[in-house]
C-alpha cells in the first residue's frame, strides 16, 4: 500500500546531541513538508520540499536542517542548535507543492530531550 | 486572536449522538480541510473544501465563505470515531512559509 513511513516512532536525545527523523514516501508525490505539534498549537511548517534537491523553510526552521536528495525521502535534522526541540514531529506530502491538495501524513515521531 | 479558532476544544458525546465541530477564520481563503489525528498521533485527510459541502459516510462538512464558517458533522458516532479533529485553511495572501494555518484541534471523545 501507499503511503508515508516515518521514523522512529519515539526518539530521546540527550541535550547537544543531534537526531534525524526519517521520511519515506511511495505515493510518488513531487512535495513534502515537515510539521511540529506541541501541546496546545497548531501544526507549524517546519521544512518543505517541492521537487528533489530543492527546499524552503517554513515558518519556524531555525535549528533544523533537510535534505531532498531522491524524491522518496526527506529527512530532517534536529540539531543542537534547536532550543526546545521536545515535541511530535509530522511529515506529509501532497501531488502539488505549496501546500495545494490532498495531505498525506505520517504516523509521526515523538522526539523528547533529557 | 488565532486565525483559525474551534470549538468546542473539548466534547464528550454517547455512541449514536449527532455531532459538530465548528471552525471558523478570519483570512480570506483558497480551501479548507478538515483532518483526524487518531491517538497514535497519526493524521488522516477527511476533507478538502473551497465551498458547500461534501459528505463521506458517516461525516458530512459544509463551509460559507461569506461567514468564514466551516462545520464537521459526525452522525450516528461510534467510539472510533474518538479523535482529534484539526481545522486547516488555506491562506489565499501566501506566498511563502506555510499556506496553511492549524486550528488547536478539537479532542472528541466517544462512549459506548
Known amino acids: 500500500d501507499g503511503g508515508i513511513t516515518q521514523s522512529p516512532k519515539y526518539l530521546f536525545r540527550k541535550e547537544g546531541q543531534n537526531v534525524t527523523l526519517s521520511c519515506e514516501q511511495n505515493l510518488n508525490h513531487d512535495a513534502m513538508y515537515w510539521y511540529r505539534q506541541d501541546p496546545g498549537q497548531g501544526l507549524r511548517l517546519i521544512y518543505y520540499?517541492?521537487?528533489?534537491?530543492?527546499?524552503q523553510k517554513g515558518d519556524i526552521a531555525e535549528g533544523y536542517s533537510v535534505s531532498r536528495e531522491k524524491k522518496e525521502s526527506f529527512p530532517l535534522t534536529v540539531t543542537s542548535a534547536q532550543k526546545n526541540p521536545t515535541a511530535f514531529y509530522l511529515c506529509a506530502s501532497s501531488i502539488y507543492g505549496g501546500e495545494t491538495g490532498e495531505l498525506f501524513f505520517g504516523e509521526g515521531s515523538r522526539l523528547t530531550v533529557l | 486572536k488565532n486565525e483559525v479558532e474551534q470549538s468546542p476544544q473539548n466534547l464528550t458525546a454517547q455512541e449514536g449522538e449527532f455531532i459538530t465541530i465548528n471552525c471558523s477564520y478570519s483570512?480570506?481563503?483558497?480551501?479548507l480541510h478538515w483532518l483526524q489525528q487518531h491517538p497514535g498521533g497519526g493524521i488522516v485527510s477527511l476533507f478538502m473544501?473551497?465551498?458547500g459541502k461534501k459528505k463521506h459516510g458517516r461525516l458530512i462538512a459544509t463551509i460559507n465563505i461569506q461567514e468564514k464558517h466551516s462545520s464537521l458533522h459526525i452522525t450516528a458516532s461510534h467510539p472510533r470515531d474518538s479523535a482529534v479533529y484539526i481545522c486547516?485553511?488555506?491562506?489565499?495572501?501566501?506566498?511563502?512559509?506555510?499556506?496553511?494555518?492549524f486550528g488547536e484541534g478539537t479532542q472528541l471523545t466517544v462512549n459506548p
Open positions: 473544501l473551497s465551498s
Open positions: 486547516a485553511v488555506s491562506d489565499e495572501r501566501k506566498t511563502s512559509g506555510s499556506r496553511l494555518t
Open positions: 483570512v480570506g481563503i483558497s480551501a
Open positions: 520540499s517541492q521537487i528533489v534537491n530543492d527546499f
